[in-house]
């Protein structure tokens, strides 16, 4: 699957580290994703953008930034975040709004 | 607000044995419905989809699943299953009609193949 491409795959950073990961689709898909895989829990959407505008934000802590520079990009950019954080950091696209997501492999996150 | 329950968090089974994943979920709206598989150390693919139609929907690799609107549910079957088939397995429904196309997740359902 190389439709939607993850950086980095794996990354492990301290509590006062500031790092971004980085989400591209190859898709020419205009919606685009992020989502939170923690152990033991169901997968839950962080933040969704369409055409590169915000759509939804489902009460993230703000040591999560997003930003979607064009339709093909995102990046989740991380900062002071804590050990419970720490997860399968999930990003996915699609046609549209109302289309099927397709996702990423991942990176998987180990905030010490 | 809509959930998704997958009744087992594991389900052992040896191989070229049939096996059901259950699925339910709760909404008296329309739905999609999905689901995705994760393989280990990968993210996830989406398996079969229903979205309007026929009630019956199949994927590539012998998986099917069929949508029950009156039990509201979306149980995964396969005849036969192969050790490749071990992964994890995620339920997911999503309202057409919500502009977020926001997807709810089940908790995941583990399959473990054993020849």
């Known amino acids: 699957e190389t439709g939607v491409t993850q950086t980095p795959r794996h990354l492990v950073m301290g509590m006062t580290n500031k790092k971004s990961l980085k989400c591209e689709q190859h898709?020419?898909?205009?919606?685009m994703y992020w989502y939170k895989q923690s152990a033991k829990k169901p997968l839950e959407l962080m933040f969704v953008?369409?055409?590169?505008?915000?759509?939804e934000n489902n009460s993230v802590p703000s040591r999560f930034s997003p930003e979607c520079p064009n339709s093909s990009h995102l990046f989740l950019h991380l900062h002071t975040l804590q050990p419970e954080d720490s997860a399968l950091y999930l990003c996915?696209?699609?046609?549209?709004?109302?289309?099927?997501?397709?996702f990423g492999p991942g990176t998987r996150l180990l905030v010490l | 607000a809509q959930s998704v329950t997958q009744l087992d968090s594991q389900v052992p089974v040896f191989e070229e044995a049939p096996v059901e994943l259950r699925c339910n979920y709760s909404s008296s709206v329309s739905v999609y419905l999905f689901w995705y598989v994760q393989y280990p150390n990968q993210g996830l693919q989406l398996l079969l989809k229903?979205?309007?139609?026929?009630?019956l929907v199949e994927s590539i690799n012998g998986f099917e699943a069929e949508f029950n609107k009156s039990q509201t549910s979306f149980h995964l079957r396969k005849p036969s299953v192969h050790i490749s088939d071990t992964a994890e397995y995620f339920c997911a429904v999503s309202d057409p009609n919500n502009a977020g196309n926001m997807l709810t997740f089940g908790g995941g359902t583990r399959l473990m193949v054993k020849p």
């Open positions: 953008y369409s055409l590169e505008e915000r759509v």
């Open positions: 996915a696209s699609s046609r549209g709004l109302l289309e099927t997501q397709y």
């Open positions: 229903y979205l309007s139609g026929s009630t």
């Open positions: 898709l020419g898909h205009n919606a």
